[in-house]
């Protein structure tokens, strides 16, 4: 029997995907048509014997309950579980803290997912070669661009025995272009080594706070490196089973991108548009002789209203009770719900929030995403740079207003052009 662990953090950890989270947490947060946490859980819900998933972070109870209940019906042979962290333990410290009911029921292994990832997750792949190599761990590890290896954490792997030799967070300098994935495998053994780890952490802390005793200085307990209560996945565990060589490493060879920025939603949403075509899913939008012109891969709600006149795609996720009106032209982007785009208005490379509204001939435009480094950051300076034009919830764009490659936050009336702006 296996189970599965998502991360899912908190809503002090989601700063950079502002301002969508500020109105729904960025686990929730749709892209390809579903949440980002349901794309993962999807995948969980193919992997063999795989019977309770378990999402441990520090929101309030409350925000993913009715989430929960939605996902217990589709999922019905998986049982679901969110355990809320009574404080922030670092990225393993809740995982660790919550090992007893992780291991109710006797797991062999444990699926472990950080939420803020996009990927084609080959998890019975790579369950299958954790089993043949045998160690209490298996990385999933991506190839990267050498130049933006640093944004990672960088795993050196030894291609005949796939054991990972060394694995460095975002080192200064190149160690490696294979770069950690944010989902792992673990024996369920692993609860043993990270209690080695605790006890020897707390050794060292206590030995670094009497010799600063000694000099007269003290430690500060608030730097999470420093904090005993704290684990850290990468720094604290993952880097010694790497030095003891219990960890392994599987490559993933098909589609992956982190969805830290609010920005990267929309490559992440192409991506699972995309795949989602490849495999004839039926949810997706088809072009009809009454209806709109469609594109490529699009999503469309069904309570959406979409003019016949309209053009959409490729790329495109409308979502609840979003209008579009005639003339309308959107592409490589996500309407939210209750959305209303007005005639011959045009949006593109864009994310345009819950309850906004685009005039007649108005252009919401940002700049396509080519490389990842082109999202992990959207302002530089304190000014936006060419990259996704976001607008929060509940901004208006007047008719004939131009908004290009600027953030907006929620509740704005925007009644002239704006160009590479922060709306405050």
């Given at each position: 029997m296996n189970k599965a662990v998502i991360l899912v953090g908190g809503p002090s950890r989601a700063t950079r995907f502002r301002p969508l989270s500020m109105h729904l947490p960025q686990p929730l947060f749709p892209v390809g048509g579903k949440p980002i946490i349901w794309h993962q859980i999807k995948a969980l819900s193919a992997v063999k014997d795989l019977r309770e998933i378990i999402l441990i972070g520090f929101f309030e109870d409350y925000v993913f309950r009715s989430f929960i209940e939605k996902c217990n019906q589709e999922f019905p042979g998986i049982t679901f579980l969110y355990l809320r962290e009574y404080s922030q333990l670092g990225t393993a410290g809740g995982f660790f803290h919550f090992r007893d009911q992780i291991l109710r029921g006797g797991p062999k292994n444990i699926i472990m997912l950080y939420t803020d990832i996009c990927c084609s997750f080959p998890l019975n792949e790579l369950l299958d070669q954790h089993e043949r190599h045998g160690r209490l761990g298996t990385i999933?590890?991506?190839?990267?661009?050498?130049?933006?290896?640093?944004?990672?954490?960088?795993?050196?792997?030894?291609?005949?025995?796939?054991?990972?030799?060394?694995?460095?967070?975002?080192?200064?300098?190149?160690?490696?272009?294979?770069?950690?994935?944010?989902?792992?495998?673990?024996?369920?053994?692993?609860?043993?080594?990270?209690?080695?780890?605790?006890?020897?952490?707390?050794?060292?802390?206590?030995?670094?706070?009497?010799?600063?005793?000694?000099?007269?200085?003290?430690?500060?307990?608030?730097?999470?490196?420093?904090?005993?209560?704290?684990?850290?996945?990468?720094?604290?565990?993952?880097?010694?089973?790497?030095?003891?060589?219990?960890?392994?490493?599987?490559?993933?060879?098909g589609?992956?991108?982190?969805?830290?920025?609010?920005?990267?939603?929309?490559?992440?949403?192409?991506?699972?548009?995309?795949?989602?075509?490849?495999?004839n899913r039926s949810f997706l939008a088809e072009s009809k002789q009454d209806g709109p012109e469609i594109v490529g891969a699009v999503y469309i709600h069904p309570s959406a209203q979409v003019h016949p006149t309209a053009r959409i795609?490729?790329?495109?996720?409308?979502?609840?009770?979003?209008?579009?009106?005639?003339?309308?032209r959107v592409d490589d982007s996500i309407i939210l719900d209750n959305v209303q785009i007005k005639d011959n208005a045009a949006v593109l490379h864009s994310i345009v929030g819950w309850d906004s509204r685009i005039g007649m001939w108005g252009r919401v435009e940002g700049s396509p995403i080519t490389s990842p480094d082109d999202i992990d950051e959207v302002t530089h300076a304190g000014v936006k740079v060419n990259s996704i034009c976001i607008l929060g919830e509940d901004v208006q764009v007047k008719s004939e207003v131009f908004i290009r490659n600027s953030i907006v936050l929620p509740h704005k009336d925007l009644a002239s052009n704006k160009h590479n702006e922060i709306i405050m």
């Open positions: 999933m590890v991506t190839k990267v661009d050498r130049s933006s290896a640093r944004l990672y954490g960088c795993v050196v792997v030894d291609n005949e025995t796939k054991l990972a030799a060394h694995y460095v967070e975002k080192p200064e300098t190149y160690v490696s272009d294979m770069a950690s994935t944010g989902v792992f495998v673990f024996h369920q053994d692993i609860f043993r080594f990270m209690a080695q780890v605790m006890e020897q952490r707390a050794n060292e802390f206590d030995q670094q706070r009497a010799n600063e005793s000694a000099y007269g200085r003290s430690v500060d307990e608030a730097d999470e490196g420093h904090n005993v209560n704290r684990l850290r996945l990468e720094q604290d565990v993952l880097r010694r089973m790497a030095a003891d060589k219990k960890l392994s490493a599987y490559l993933c060879t589609f992956w991108r982190q969805i830290k920025s609010a920005a990267s939603a929309v490559p992440a949403n192409a991506l699972y548009l995309q795949k989602a075509l490849s495999e795609g490729p790329n495109v996720s409308i979502h609840a009770r979003a209008v579009i009106g005639p003339g309308v």
